[in-house]
């Protein structure tokens, strides 16, 4: 019996990104080392998966008592990261994990300083 494939769930306000590998020259065409690249404070890399957002509290729930508040589905602050955005973010903020032999990082939304978007996904909501 085959085992079901596994996916990874990205939760809160974070995002999976597949790193891009760094510049080994500067562009006057001098070879860094490798130590030289991870002492970088910036990384960049594409998203590969985006979490739900962070939960916020219904806003009726602060006032009534808990057996009252009537359940309903959780609601997200969304996030503004998108699959297949390329993120510049802090290499500190970063987690790198790997998963079937494919290296990943996870980054909390509050890492990412920029997101480079092409202009066919400005127009997705």
Do not use: N
Not at 3 to 9: D, S
Not at 18 to 25: L, Q
Not at 78 to 85: C, E, H, L, N
């Amino acid at each position: 019996m085959a085992k079901p494939p596994k996916h990874l769930v990205v939760m809160g306000d974070r995002v999976l990104v597949a790193p891009e590998h760094g510049e080994d020259r500067t562009s006057v065409g001098l070879y860094l080392p490798a130590t030289a690249i991870d002492r970088q404070a910036v990384q960049t890399g594409r998203i590969v998966a985006v979490g739900p957002g962070l939960p916020m509290a219904e806003p009726a729930s602060l006032d009534d008592e808990p057996w009252q508040i009537a359940k309903s589905g959780t609601k997200f602050v969304p996030m503004q990261a998108k699959v297949g955005d390329v993120a510049i973010f802090f290499r500190k903020a970063a987690v790198e994990i790997s998963f079937e032999e494919e290296r990943y990082l996870v980054v909390p939304q509050a890492g990412i300083l920029v997101l480079v978007r092409s202009s066919d996904q400005l127009d997705e909501p």
